[in-house]
T-cell receptor, first 113, second 115 residues
Framework: DAKTTQPPSMDCAEGRAANLPCNHSTISGNEYVYWYRQIHSQGPQYIIHGLKNNETNEMASLIITEDRKSSTLILPHATLRDTAVYYCIVRVPVNNAGNMLTFGGGTRLMVKP | DSGVTQTPKHLITATGQRVTLRCSPRSGDLSVYWYQQSLDQGLQFLIQYYNGEERAKGNILERFSAQQFPDLHSELNLSSLELGDSALYFC??????????????FGPGTRLTVT
């Protein structure tokens, strides 16, 4: 699986967009990018995933560069409740095999009033 | 609410004891995963079951074991407990379907404290 690199921490003002980068320069053609977050001591929460195209759901948008070597998770209007550790994970989904998630250090996002 | 339930929420026990953590996956999910989160190790995968069968193992100690029952709930058994086993234990479940395999839904966790 491709290795990911994320900044250890970021701050964002409440109401502003939070843009969380992830570098995955060794990603292969069939690897998806997944984003999760973990609010303090709660179970991790799935946010979004993508392969090539940009994706949007009710929680966030995922922008993947054309060469797929990096991506950005965008929280359009960050609130205090978005303060969490955000994890970028790259995996190849393979049926009938182990599908465990491997969590790195993530980015600790602090949303400030 | 992810739809995954875990019991108990908190567990305090002594070294050398044995405990059982229980997880009920979301309705319809066949895969159950167990993860451990300690302060110094971060989130680590322990073991996965799919429809009652062990599918993958991570860094799970020999003192730990798990199983998934016909009704798809799962139990994680921890024995000969040591202080270092104190951690948050999360269970997750996922649906079938390629890209969705990593769309996992986590329970609230069980906080285990070994004294």
């Amino acid at each position: 699986d491709a290795k990911t690199t994320q900044p250890p921490s970021m701050d964002c003002a409440e109401g502003r967009a939070a843009n969380l980068p992830c570098n995955h320069s060794t990603i292969s053609g069939n690897e998806y990018v997944y984003w999760y977050r973990q609010i303090h001591s709660q179970g991790p929460q799935y946010i979004i995933h993508g392969l090539k195209n940009n994706e949007t759901n009710e929680m966030a948008s995922l922008i993947i560069t054309e060469d797929r070597k990096s991506s950005t998770l965008i929280l359009p209007h960050a609130t205090l409740r978005d303060t969490a550790v955000y994890y970028c994970i790259v995996r190849v989904p393979v049926n009938n095999a182990g599908n465990m998630l491997t969590f790195g250090g993530g980015t600790r996002l602090m949303v400030k009033p | 609410d992810s739809g995954v339930t875990q019991t108990p929420k908190h567990l305090i026990t002594a070294t050398g004891q044995r405990v059982t953590l229980r997880c009920s996956p979301r309705s319809g999910d066949l895969s159950v995963y167990w993860y451990q989160q300690s302060l110094d190790q971060g989130l680590q995968f322990l073991i996965q079951y799919y429809n009652g069968e062990e599918r993958a193992k991570g860094n799970i100690l020999e003192r730990f074991s798990a199983q998934q029952f016909p009704d798809l709930h799962s139990e994680l058994n921890l024995s000969s407990l040591e202080l270092g086993d104190s951690a948050l234990y999360f269970c997750a479940s996922s649906v079938r379907g390629r890209a969705l395999l990593y769309e996992q839904y986590f329970g609230p966790g069980t906080r285990l404290t070994v004294t």
